[in-house]
């Protein structure tokens, strides 16, 4: 039994220059796929709103873990460091 991934259609222009707008890149990414899946499934407004915004947060999180241990030279002090 094979299932099927909803097709995920292209933001509209207008969703897609808000969220450029807002500075929201990780909804812009899944917004396509999100929209799909809650589409097929009949999800609540505020779950698919929920979900992306979620994706949001959770992809910015990571953002600046990385960006922190960039700034930080940790990754390269530890790198470097002697091994015994």
Do not use: F
């Not at 909803?6 to 999100?34: G, I, T």
């Not at 994706?55 to 091994?83: F, K, N, V, Y």
């Amino acid at each position: 039994m094979t299932v099927k991934t909803p097709v995920s259609p292209p933001l509209p222009n207008e969703v897609d220059a808000l969220l450029r707008r807002l500075r929201m890149p990780y909804v812009r990414h899944a917004a396509p796929e999100v929209l799909a899946i809650a589409k097929s499934q009949g999800w609540d407004p505020a779950e698919m709103l929920r979900v992306l915004l979620a994706e949001e947060a959770a992809r910015r999180d990571q953002a600046t873990i990385r960006m922190r241990r960039r700034a930080s030279g940790l990754l390269a002090t530890i790198a470097s460091a002697p091994h015994h």
